[in-house]
């Protein structure tokens, strides 16, 4: 029998951004090859939690699919969910939706939706609709006031500007491969773990030494490259720390939407066990094709019972200050 669950890497779309054309264009192929998925991302009731039940999910930890989205839209989309938190509090909580092409703005509403929302961090997208990444000046107070509030924030792929999709992702295939390489097959990784490798670069960790990153899909592919990063890391420039000490103080991964044991078998033997956490992906991701995978951990004979509770549960509820919902009926 597996232990409670749960999940970090959950998302809806907000009135505003479930009419907005420009995201429903960028998620035509989503849209495409997920049955329900539209449905599915709009619901925050009955639907979600069904779809909870049959992945055997306690508490999932819910955040706005990524996309552009002004101050105001942000607000209305964080508020939305509040309210739904509120209305089912032992099954959800929240990470915020920040506005990132503005530090400013994102680290005033990241203050508001952790003091008077109760979320438990935020989830962002990994660039600006303009390509500009965080590594800058502009971006340290955003991070600061993440270090002065305890709370992590999820580093999550969004769409590449149109100029990277052009140059890295259109050739002599078709348009619908295009997107799909430049975005959950592969583009979205590989861009994660480039920004984590320029924030790192930058001396950020040295400003804001207990700020907390949270990656996806089973460590967005730094865990399989990590001895050569770490080797290679030190032409950088001179830091307090190695990329080795802030991979394994300052990062946190989850398995969200990455259904093979072998990874894990990586992961577990480079990474800290209470920095990784188990996550789905839902809606993109079945709830159901999650709990089949932590069966499959369980019986792999990669990590014992009690590490399988770590990973399950105990290192989100340590990280978030949650706690996992009630067993279902």
């Given at each position: 029998m597996l232990p409670p669950l749960i999940t970090l890497e959950e998302h809806f779309f907000s009135h505003a951004a479930s009419t907005n054309p420009t995201m429903r264009e960028q998620y035509s192929e989503q849209f495409k090859h997920i049955p329900s998925l539209h449905d599915k991302l709009i619901d925050l009731d009955n639907l979600r939690l069904s779809n909870m039940q049959a992945g055997q999910v306690s508490l999932q930890i819910i955040s706005h699919a990524p996309g552009t989205m002004t101050p105001d839209e942000c607000k209305d989309a964080n508020d939305q969910l509040s309210a739904a938190i509120k209305k089912h509090p032992s099954r959800y909580a929240g990470f915020a939706v920040l506005p990132v092409a503005d530090p400013q703005a994102s680290a005033a509403e990241l203050t508001r939706c952790v003091k008077e929302l109760g979320f438990v961090g935020a989830l962002i997208d990994s660039h600006t609709n303009e390509g500009t990444y965080f590594d800058g000046d502009s971006y340290l107070p955003l991070f600061e006031t993440a270090q002065s509030l305890n709370v992590p924030l999820y580093i999550h792929p969004t769409w590449p500007t149109p100029q990277a999709l052009s140059t890295l992702y259109t050739g002599s295939f078709p348009q619908s491969a295009s997107k799909s390489?430049?975005?959950?097959?592969?583009?979205?990784?590989?861009?994660?773990?480039?920004h984590v490798l320029r924030l790192v670069a930058s001396g950020l960790f040295d400003k804001v030494p207990r700020l907390k990153i949270i990656i996806g899909h089973m460590g967005e592919m730094l865990p399989f490259m990590l001895d050569r990063i770490c080797q290679l890391s030190p032409r950088w420039g001179k830091h307090h720390r190695t990329f080795r000490e802030?991979?394994?103080?300052?990062?946190?991964?989850?398995?969200?939407g990455d259904w093979s044991v072998d990874p894990m078998a990586c992961i577990l033997r480079n990474t800290?066990?209470?920095?990784?956490?188990?996550?789905?992906?839902?809606?993109?991701?079945?709830?159901?094709?999650?709990?089949?995978?932590?069966?499959?951990?369980?019986?792999?004979?990669?990590?014992t019972d009690e590490q399988l509770e770590d990973i399950a549960y105990r290192n989100a509820e340590k990280l978030l200050g949650v706690k996992a919902g009630p067993a279902w009926d």
């Amino acid at each position: 029998m597996l232990p409670p669950l749960i999940t970090l890497e959950e998302h809806f779309f907000s009135h505003a951004a479930s009419t907005n054309p420009t995201m429903r264009e960028q998620y035509s192929e989503q849209f495409k090859h997920i049955p329900s998925l539209h449905d599915k991302l709009i619901d925050l009731d009955n639907l979600r939690l069904s779809n909870m039940q049959a992945g055997q999910v306690s508490l999932q930890i819910i955040s706005h699919a990524p996309g552009t989205m002004t101050p105001d839209e942000c607000k209305d989309a964080n508020d939305q969910l509040s309210a739904a938190i509120k209305k089912h509090p032992s099954r959800y909580a929240g990470f915020a939706v920040l506005p990132v092409a503005d530090p400013q703005a994102s680290a005033a509403e990241l203050t508001r939706c952790v003091k008077e929302l109760g979320f438990v961090g935020a989830l962002i997208d990994s660039h600006t609709n303009e390509g500009t990444y965080f590594d800058g000046d502009s971006y340290l107070p955003l991070f600061e006031t993440a270090q002065s509030l305890n709370v992590p924030l999820y580093i999550h792929p969004t769409w590449p500007t149109p100029q990277a999709l052009s140059t890295l992702y259109t050739g002599s295939f078709p348009q619908s491969a295009s997107k799909s390489i430049s975005a959950s097959a592969f583009g979205w990784h590989s861009d994660v773990a480039t920004h984590v490798l320029r924030l790192v670069a930058s001396g950020l960790f040295d400003k804001v030494p207990r700020l907390k990153i949270i990656i996806g899909h089973m460590g967005e592919m730094l865990p399989f490259m990590l001895d050569r990063i770490c080797q290679l890391s030190p032409r950088w420039g001179k830091h307090h720390r190695t990329f080795r000490e802030v991979y394994d103080t300052n990062i946190y991964i989850t398995t969200s939407g990455d259904w093979s044991v072998d990874p894990m078998a990586c992961i577990l033997r480079n990474t800290k066990l209470d920095h990784i956490l188990y996550s789905v992906d839902y809606p993109f991701a079945k709830n159901e094709d999650g709990l089949k995978f932590m069966e499959d951990l369980q019986k792999s004979g990669l990590v014992t019972d009690e590490q399988l509770e770590d990973i399950a549960y105990r290192n989100a509820e340590k990280l978030l200050g949650v706690k996992a919902g009630p067993a279902w009926d």
